[in-house]
């Protein structure tokens, strides 16, 4: 049976007027809720209502739909009562069935306790059947409703912060620990996501000292800037470190690295720059590997930072089937600072938007510039991205990776002392 309250004031129009559907699961054969006189004291609200009534739960199941906003339950249903079953049997019923509908628990003030129970199991308020007339069931209907979007709200919220936390605590687990244990080399890095409110985007770099005293240092960007990009460049730099330490070097490792990047990619586009450095022992040369990625800069004691050749690069893993990247052999001398980064440091504006790209020339001077200030390690990589997105006017659309080693040469001497006294 369906009744339903009419605003009754003649000064509103329909556009005013708000409509809510109320469920009345209740088993007065009179129809309480139904009476006329309820109705129509409910007309000075200013909200039409309209009535439903189901006369057990199986009926209440029929005629919960989704254009229902409330229901108000009956707790003196006989059913649970005479099997000796929890008096809210009924009331946890509905709430298992309408999870996103506002529901008002129906009492006596005899069972106040029990009204306020209702509340407690879920339930958006409570009325005594005594006290019940047309205006205070209409506010009770529009107050349930809208504590229960508010509520709902609050679920989504807190369901977001821990998404955020989850996947904050995971992006955090998956950027890399450097393993230079023994290593006399300085590590920094500096890593910036385009992603909004991400920790990780497709740009990756990492650096591990072997066995026999190599230090390896690599950064990549996998091309897109989404969570799949992201996780590809994760499974690359897991795939580096591990071929690295399996003794793999040069071409040999970058030709393994692109049959990993062809069999993780989700399409033949997909594709991603690679630059590969091995460091000596003795910290004085190292071996320099480019695939279709832009050149290290290196700043030699007393010297401005210039880029290493990069003349002999091969292409970005996964354009080429069956390519090459040669490895070519750079003297690095006794002290110096070795800065990797992606195409985020270099791609922004130099002056803002429509300027030109700032570009490998553009960041030498800027490095020169921090550099003849005194700047280094994480001074220097967070100095350089501060002011690549001041020249850029703006946000860097693009990751930002950067990576710094660095050899101090006095360091060097001194150890050459220590090991000379202790011959003596």
């Given at each position: ?49 309209r009535?439903r ?15 229902v ?10 059913g649970p ?23 008002l ?118 091309c ?31 030709s ?23 460091i ?5 040369r190292?071996g ?24 002999d ?5 996964g ?16 002290a ?48 350089a ?40």
């Open positions: 049976m369906d009744a339903t309250a009419m605003t009754g004031t003649g000064t509103g129009t329909d556009r005013d007027r708000t409509d809510l559907t109320l469920l009345v699961v209740e088993d007065d054969p009179a129809g309480v809720l139904a009476v006329p006189e309820l109705l129509d004291a409910a007309d000075a609200a200013g909200t039409r209502v009535i009534t189901a006369r057990n739960l199986t009926e209440a199941e029929r005629l919960l739909t989704d254009d906003h409330c229901v108000l339950v009956d707790l003196s249903l006989p009562r005479a099997a000796g079953e929890d008096p809210l049997a009924p009331l946890r019923h509905i709430l298992r069935l309408a999870p996103r509908h506002a529901v628990a129906l009492a006596t003030s005899a069972d106040a306790e029990l009204a306020a129970e209702a509340v407690r199991v879920g339930a958006q308020d409570h009325l005594f059947r005594e006290e019940l007339d047309g205006r205070l069931l209409t506010r009770a209907i529009r107050y349930a409703v809208e504590r229960k979007r508010a509520d709902a709200v609050q679920v989504k919220l807190a369901e977001s912060r821990l998404r955020a936390q989850e996947n904050a605590r995971l992006e955090r687990g998956l950027l890399p620990t450097p393993l230079l244990e023994g290593s006399d080399l300085r590590f920094a890095a500096h890593y910036r996501p385009g992603r909004s409110r991400a920790l990780l985007g497709g740009d990756f770099y990492d650096t591990v000292r072997t066995p026999d005293g190599t230090v390896h240092a690599m950064i990549g960007d996998v897109g800037h989404g969570p799949d990009e992201a996780a590809l460049g994760v499974e690359l730099r897991i795939a580096w470190r591990a071929l690295t330490f399996a003794g793999l070097c040069g071409d040999e490792l970058l393994t690295m692109q049959q990993v990047l062809e069999h993780e990619r989700e399409s033949d586009e997909i594709f991603a720059t690679l630059c590969t450095v091995d000596a022992p003795d910290g004085r190292a320099l590997c480019l695939a279709g990625h832009p050149s290290p800069l290196i700043a030699r004691h007393g010297r401005a930072a210039r880029l290493l050749p990069y003349e690069g091969g292409p970005a893993l354009l080429l089937p069956r390519a090459r990247w040669p490895r070519r052999q750079v003297e690095l001398g006794g110096w600072s070795l800065l990797m980064y992606t195409d985020g440091l270099i791609e922004g504006r130099s002056a803002g938007p429509g300027s030109p790209r700032l570009g490998q020339d553009g960041m030498v001077d800027m490095i020169n510039r921090q550099l003849s200030s005194g700047l280094r390690g994480e001074e220097l990589l967070e100095a991205v501060t002011e690549v997105r001041s020249l850029n006017g703006g946000e860097l659309t693009d990751d930002v990776a950067v990576l710094a080693l660095e050899r101090d040469k006095d360091r060097d001497k001194g150890r050459d002392r220590d090991r000379e006294r202790a011959r003596g």
